[in-house]
């Protein structure tokens, strides 16, 4: 090995990150090398200094107390679940709808018979083409809930899968038990757990069609409830319903327009490209003639998008969403940097960033996203 | 587990916060233990204290971030997905509490730094044989040339040299690549040895 090489990869020895290979070849030079090996010396004793560095910092009991009161006041690990974030609580239910589905002999029938209904639904769709066809069609109508009135999650069908199966629902004293939804799309759940938008989907009980009032008393009952209760439908666009089993919410059955599923996800897209675009932006400004760069707009528009950022990150943390929250956390430090800008850097501290631009890949990585 | 139950509460509970696997943990905080949250807490609040009062550089703020990180644990703990990853996402919580604090703090006070550089400035201790250096005023001055590092140097150098994290746990705690973080470290070293050399008799 020569010295050049050794110096290059001697910090990483240091720091135990070389493979065994590397690691014995780098071993054999430095015993027979001096000046590598004072190199070497030289990190050991910085490492030395470092681990003298005393930040006379103790865990006050205090910080325990003040930790303990503020999660004393979060709801318990049960009501907890109920209230998870939406989108968290929407995907983890319709990974459990669909795991449901998956093991069951009867499911191939079933695919069949939501083909058939959707073929139906589409046909009587296409001859009843008023705005009152896009509606849940249910029994036991008798028992709609009165204008306005309010509609506890328990009183929601409890059981409702993204398919129509036997037994899948159950008898509400104040709601219409759904019974089965027929989706366009059967198509199965993406890479990132949802399921596809279900065009044209909806719900029936062999009965007759819920009247736009009764819906919107579902969705106002279900707004006033509970947040992760959630119903939108909108009376002039097409229904889109997606209906999920949710084995481990005793909340019941989540409802929602079928574009709002994936808003998260479209936030996060429209987000990482207005970072693209503001990072395109930066990377061809052009100094004027005083040999400054005018990036107030800039300035504003990563202001703007560094809380958009935080919010995001928080939100892909809480999901899990590591790709997501990769993504966020690469974009944030360029954020940060213009947002800390003057109105007119000089072309020199321009420079700087956009050679950082330049090197870190950014706006490749976020194309690619 | 039966075991680590008598023991909560009493003289030796630490001891059980010792024995207790991570997975374990927050498998009970996620049933609604909370006495397991505690335990997580005594096991990670001091090397994210120290985390963050490296990244912040002020004890009291580092208290209170320290605060806020170990709430957001709790409220997203059912978001973990790999729970023997517990350590690297609590620094990655600390990590975004801590820079969301010195951006509203840069915010707050105006300031317009390109990258992030704090106007902290080093005492004259002279030059000065390491062990001859008092150990108070040694930490005084890494702590001021660490604040003069920027946001990114500073966190790749404090989770690697301080906090000896891997490549790996740093590069998910950061959201870096692993080339980004080995250069600025690669920078990092080389600006703190140019800082802290002359104080500690060292080269440059």
């Known amino acids: 090995m020569r010295c050049e090489d050794c110096m290059t990869l001697i910090e990483e020895y240091f720091d135990g990150e070389v493979d065994t290979r590397t690691s014995e070849r780098m071993s054999a030079h430095l015993s027979a090398c001096a000046d590598c090996s004072a190199a070497l010396d030289a990190l050991s004793f910085e490492q030395e200094i470092y681990a003298r560095y005393d930040r006379k910092l103790e865990v006050a009991p205090a910080l325990w107390a003040a930790v303990s009161a503020e999660i004393a006041r979060e709801p318990k690990a049960s009501e907890r679940a109920a209230r998870r974030p939406f989108l968290s609580g929407l995907r983890e239910a319709a990974a459990a709808a669909f795991a449901m589905l998956a093991p069951r002999t ?13 073929a139906a639904g589409a046909l009587w769709l296409a001859r009843n083409p008023q705005p009152a066809t896009k509606t849940l069609v249910a029994e036991n109508t008798s028992n709609a809930t009165p204008g306005g009135s309010a509609v506890t999650p328990s009183e929601i069908p409890s059981t409702v899968a993204t398919g129509a199966h036997e037994g899948d629902s159950v008898k509400s004293p104040t709601v219409p038990p759904v019974e089965s939804i027929e989706n366009a799309s059967d198509k199965a759940p993406t890479g990132k757990g949802f399921p596809p938008s279900p065009e044209g989907a909806r719900l029936e009980r062999g009965g007759r069609a819920l009247t736009p009032e009764e819906l919107a008393n579902l969705q106002l009952a ?47 897209a ?17 100094p004027s003639d005083d040999d400054t760069i005018n990036v107030a707009y800039e300035k504003k528009l990563s202001r703007k998008l560094l809380a958009d950022n935080a919010t995001l990150q928080l939100e892909a943390e809480v999901k899990g969403d590591k790709d997501t929250k990769q993504v966020l956390d690469q974009i944030e430090p ?36 | 587990m039966g075991t680590m139950s008598l023991e909560l509460g009493m003289p030796g509970a630490y001891t059980g916060a010792l024995m207790n696997s991570t997975e374990e943990l927050v498998a009970r905080v996620r049933s609604g233990d909370e006495e397991a949250f505690r335990l997580i807490f005594d096991r990670y609040s001091r090397p994210v204290l120290s985390f963050i009062f490296d990244m912040v550089g002020d004890r009291d703020r580092a208290e209170d971030l320290a605060q806020e990180t170990f709430v957001r644990a709790f409220r997203a703990l059912s978001g973990l997905r790999d729970e023997t990853k517990l350590s690297t996402w609590l620094f990655s919580i600390a990590k975004n509490v801590a820079r969301e604090s010195l951006r509203a703090r840069r915010r707050d006070a105006g300031n317009v730094e390109i990258d992030g550089e704090e106007s902290f400035e080093l005492h004259d201790h002279g030059r000065t044989p390491a062990g001859e250096l008092l150990d108070k005023e040694l930490s005084d001055v890494i702590q001021s040339a660490l604040m003069r590092l920027d946001e990114d140097k500073r966190l790749v150098f404090t989770l690697k040299v301080l906090q000896q994290r891997s490549y790996e746990e740093i590069a998910e705690i950061t959201g870096f690549s692993v080339g980004k973080l080995k250069t600025d470290l690669h920078r990092a070293r080389a600006e703190m040895r140019r800082r802290i050399g002359p104080y500690v008799g060292g080269e440059q």
């Open chain 1, 106 to 118: 009867a499911f191939a029938p079933t695919l069949a018979l939501l083909f058939v209904g959707v």
């Open chain 1, 270 to 286: 429209r987000h990482v490209e207005q970072a693209q675009m503001l990072l395109r932006s930066i990377k061809n400004a052009k």
């Open chain 1, 222 to 268: 279900h707004a006033k409830n509970d947040d992760t209760v959630v119903i939108a439908a909108d009376e002039h666009s097409k229904l889109e319903a997606l209906i999920v089993d949710d084995a481990r919410q005793d909340a019941g059955v989540v409802l929602t327009n079928a574009q709002s599923l994936n808003t998260g996800e479209r936030e996060v």
């Open chain 1, 334 to 369: 360029f954020l940060l940097d213009i947002a800390n800008m003057r109105d007119k850097p000089s072309r020199e501290e321009v420079r700087s960033l956009k050679e950082r631009v330049k090197k870190d890949e950014i706006i490749a990585a976020l194309q690619v996203y």
